[in-house]
């Protein structure tokens, strides 16, 4: 039996959610913007120069902010879909001084409509690109901006009026976007502390692995080498020796299957044949062993259930061989019924209270009771001191 190596790939739950929750609230509240900026702003700026280039420019903002809206509500949320509002509004700027060529004058407040959206933009380049480009972007955009709003086209603003609208668009990209990477750091240090925490889990579920499977060995040899030994000993006739032999040959091949970590080939197998085949077998081992066995149906159960039940029936037997006394009387009754299988190994021996078998004795504790109940069976054990003692194993379909 080899330790079954596990390993936890690196996840991300908290950081896709995160980035889905920020493009949610980002999508919809930069397209109730432009709503509302096409009333106030776009619209009174239809005079200025060729309305086509203008609406062309709207109509591809608010379609790239549809597709991002429609990505993180419905979609996959895609951060590619920032990028395609950053370059519908790039396409826009490049536009502008095309749309305004044949302006000869401007309105002493003027300012040119694409100021209203190159902060939303440019939060939203931000937070796709890298972040030594998105570092870059943010210096761009305010600065094409400057010169832009000096320029006749833009409004002839005087330089410490440019400024101030460029300084704006940095600084209004700058505290979402640092809010952003707060709440994605955020986000990264949850999926780095639960990926701790399952590779911890895994770490834990090795060595309870690794333990058990110690345990499962040593119950094993305890079990396969006892039995053999007390056969042996018992051994006084040839057909005894002979038995004693066969039953030192299938201890062995168990604990050599066992090290190979392989299993039987068959998966399930006949309740009946397999209630007769361990009556045969308890009945080699101990010849004056009386088994009965009752059938009231049949059926077909797992093969890893028939073995933790007759590993626990042989080693309820040896304990009671060993422990009862010896003039008890011992009996195991095998009952096949609608709810299942039943087996019953009793004897009227010395009997013994449960609560004070040394812990270092492997027999009822792991050979019987862990073994069966790791298998599913269910295990009663009822004795006393000069009351004898019962074992019943318990397996039902249902359970």
């Known amino acids: 039996m080899g ?76 951060k590619r879909v920032y990028f395609l509002f950053g370059f519908s509004y790039a396409v826009a700027f490049f536009l502008y001084p095309i749309s305004v060529a044949g ?30 480009w998105s570092f870059l972007y943010l210096g761009f955009v305010p600065v094409s901006y400057f010169f832009l709003r000096q320029s006749p086209s833009g409004g002839a603003a005087d330089a410490g009026t440019a400024l101030l609208d460029a300084t704006y668009v940095v600084l209004y990209a700058m505290a979402i976007q640092a809010l952003v990477g707060m709440l994605r750091t955020a986000a990264a240090e ?18 309870d692995a690794t333990e058990l499977e110690s345990e499962l060995l040593d119950e094993l040899v305890h079990d396969q080498v006892l039995t053999t030994i007390l056969v ?40 009946g044949t397999y209630a007769e085949s361990l009556a045969a077998t308890l009945k080699r081992i101990y010849p004056e062993l009386p088994v009965a ?22 080693q309820a037997v040896t304990n009671s061989m060993q422990h009862a006394g010896i003039g008890a009387t011992r009996q195991v009754r095998i009952k096949l019924y609608s709810q299942g299988l039943k087996v019953v190994v009793m004897d009227d021996g010395r009997g013994f209270w449960e609560s004070k078998v040394p812990k270092d004795r492997l027999g009822i504790r792991n050979s019987i009771r862990r ?9 009663r054990i009822k004795s006393a001191p000069r009351k004898g003692a019962t074992v019943v194993l318990l397996w039902s379909p249902d359970a």
């Open 103 to 132: 302006v000869t004058s401007f309105p002493d407040d003027y300012r040119s409509w694409v100021w209203w959206w190159t902060g939303t933009a440019t939060i939203a380049m931000t937070m796709f690109l890298p972040r030594w």
């Open 371 to 379: 073994r069966a109940q790791l298998a599913g069976v269910e295990v």
């Open 190 to 207: 949850v999926d780095a502390r639960n990926d701790s925490l399952a590779l911890m889990s895994v770490n834990r579920a090795q060595i």
């Open 3 to 78: 330790l079954i190596k596990l390993k936890i790939p690196q996840t991300s739950v908290a950081k896709p959610r995160i980035e889905r929750v920020i493009g949610q609230v980002f999508s919809l509240a930069a397209l109730a913007m432009s709503i509302l900026q096409i009333f106030l702003v776009a619209i009174p700026h239809l005079k200025f120069g060729n309305p086509a280039y203008l609406i062309f420019s709207i109509v591809l903002i608010l379609l790239s902010q549809l597709v991002a809206a429609f990505s993180f509500w419905f979609g996959s949320a895609d």
């Open 232 to 271: 042996a000993a018992s051994a006084d006739t040839k057909e005894r020796k002979e038995m004693a032999g066969a039953v030192a040959t299938a201890a062995i091949e168990r604990l050599q299957l066992a090290a190979s970590g392989e299993g039987p080939e068959l998966e399930e197998v006949q309740v």
């Open 293 to 314: 066995i009752t059938k009231e149906r049949d059926f077909t159960f797992p093969i890893s259930v028939g073995i933790a039940i007759a590993d626990a029936t042989i």
